[in-house]
């Protein structure tokens, strides 16, 4: 059974919760969103695997992901970008966000978001499990493609990517 970290408004763990419970109940919980640029500047992204719990086959940050209970939040995202993506690169965390977003199968993302940012030109081994597709893509191209095609792109991509060129637009190269 995989847990989450459930937190208060201030990201203070007040319990733990089995993962699929809370995102049933919507309960506030701990989580982190990877964003890793390639020194021309372009996104990673990837297509969650069609048989995801949410979103399945949705497009989204490299990874996003939470930490385990009593797991070090920097251990768990070196951990998970390995399990999703095959590779590891050097990280830092830029900021933090609250979100919630319900989805049509009766989950609700209500999430204490920790953003990470990293610059890498390796190409990624995709998990199949996790996985379906990735690409590169320049920050303008995705933002035309958020007007055209909004429900092909997860909601905290959107909100997390306009907070990080609003806040830390000179972190891109």
Not at 38 to 66: F, T, V
Request: aromatic share 10%; glycine share 4%.
């Amino acid at each position: 059974m995989e847990e989450v970290i459930l937190v208060d408004e201030n990201d203070n763990q007040i319990g733990t919760e089995e993962k699929l419970q809370a995102h049933k109940d919507g309960k506030l919980h701990r989580c982190f969103s990877i964003f890793v640029f390639n020194s021309k500047g372009e996104l990673m992204i990837q297509q969650r695997a069609l048989d995801k719990y949410h979103c399945g086959g949705i497009w989204a940050n490299i990874c996003c992901s939470h930490p385990r209970p009593k797991e070090d939040l920097k251990d768990a995202v070196h951990r998970r970008i390995m399990e999703e993506m095959g590779f590891d690169c050097e990280l830092k965390e830029i900021f933090t966000f609250t979100y919630k977003a319900e989805f049509d199968n009766g989950l609700t993302e209500h999430e204490f978001d920790h953003v990470f940012f990293g610059i890498c030109d390796k190409e990624p081994e995709p998990n199949p499990k996790e996985v379906a597709d990735y690409r590169w893509i320049s920050v303008a191209d995705l933002q035309k493609e958020f007007v055209e095609k909004p429900e092909i792109y997860a909601p905290w991509l959107k909100i997390a990517l306009k907070i990080l060129l609003v806040k830390h637009p000179d972190l891109i190269p």
